[in-house]
């Protein structure tokens, strides 16, 4: 059986992010947890998919592995499907999809499951909550049709359609995508309503871990999720502990590491290699990426920072922060509404509900904070982007931005400056 996983996707909804793919979380990209799964699941023959914006880092970093690329990514999934299926013959097929994240025992599940029938399985998730995703409609165990995004009291069943798919012929499933002429992104949707008809699918009921990846904050019941993973410290011989830090429960933490004196690290956590964790932080219940510094009397909690992210004095919390962000002191990320309630966030001029009660920012890449900064909950800041001392941000900042205060109102108009790179820095890190 062959294994195609789908990542061509642009992920726009995950702005400021770039690719979710390729974002790391517990020193692992998203794409390296999954091909974990997989492999583990019993799914050895791998065939990736991506675009041209995100395949020549895929092939770099699976250089073992076999690539296509899926080049007119309006098709969307039929494209990738299109694209991928030759290879694979009349062989049965497992198509993932690269925004699911699921335990590995869900693939054994369905390839057991798929052969007992004409068609195939599908992966179903039980919820008590409404989700923004496909829904099947179910005869006993075989499915009949999946309602995309039905609305909140709408839904057809309480089984969300999770995409690993297995299809016990590709050709089959190849010629009934050639066949539909779809107006829309939705030709896999047309072309599965057709086989569902002549062949019998069922649904496999999956109870254990589940988490999809559409909104940049999804990272974050993600982060708990592969710490919960972590369940006892592993210190490289190679990182310096002083013997007043306290490294308090299951941490992972990487090769030439510093831990100054009176900082805490409070598992589960993971703190990548090069990082500097500076005399009075506190991290906890977080993923700190390589080349880091968590500076003098910062707190980093239930965060992700990814590489060469640098505080000093700073709070952040339930936040997800890009490469090569750095943060004055006295900056503060607002993580909790005053009134409590869920927070929410907009994505494309669309105010989604997080579903969180705990969320605080979300950074794009090279990014930088001067001092006295606070960054109300739920607020976005894109890439590129500079924002002056003392300005407190309460509404997402587009990319490319320098961001003032004049006369107590924020001001925003084109960065016209080159962040620094990470290299122009090391000479800072030299001296901790």
Partial sequence: MKTILLLAGRSTRLWPLTDK?????????????????????GCDDIILVGGSHNLEDIKSRFPSLKTVEQEDLSLGMRGALLSALPECGKEPVCIVSGNDVIDHAAYSLIREMS????????????????????????????????????GE??????????????????????????????????GYEQALATLLKDYEYVAVPYEGDW???????????????????????????SADIHPTAVI???VIIGPSVKVLPHATVKGPCFVGANSIIANNALVRNASIGENCVVGYNTEVKSSILAGHVWTHMTYIGDSIVGENVSFGGGCVTGNLRLDERTIQSNVKKETIDSALTKFGTIIGDNVRIGIQVGINPGV?????????????????????????????TVQIKENKETVPRPNDRAKYKKSM
Avoid: M
């Fill in 248 to 250: 308090d429960g299951p």
């Fill in 153 to 186: 009291g709408n839904e057809p069943s309480n089984l969300i359609n999770i995409v690993a798919h297995i299809h016990n012929d590709s050709s089959v499933l190849l010629a009934a995508l050639k066949e539909v002429s779809p107006k829309k992104d939705d």
């Fill in 380 to 408: 976005k800041i894109g890439g590129e982007s500079f924002i002056a001392g003392g300005v407190f941000v309460p509404e997402d900042i587009p990319s490319g931005s320098f961001v003032y205060s004049k006369n107590g």
């Fill in 211 to 237: 988490k999809a990846v559409k909104y940049p904050w999804h990272f974050l019941p993600l982060l708990e999720l592969f710490l919960s993973e972590i369940t006892e410290p592993v210190i490289d011989p």
């Fill in 21 to 41: 793919t390729l974002f790391p979380v517990c020193g692992k990209t998203l794409l390296e947890h999954q091909i974990a799964q997989l492999k583990e699941g």
């Fill in 115 to 150: 052969s007992s029938v004409t068609g195939g399985a599908i992966l179903a998730k039980e919820v008590s909550t409404y989700f923004p995703g496909g829904y099947l409609t179910v005869e006993g165990n075989r499915v009949t049709g999946i309602v995309e995004k039905p």
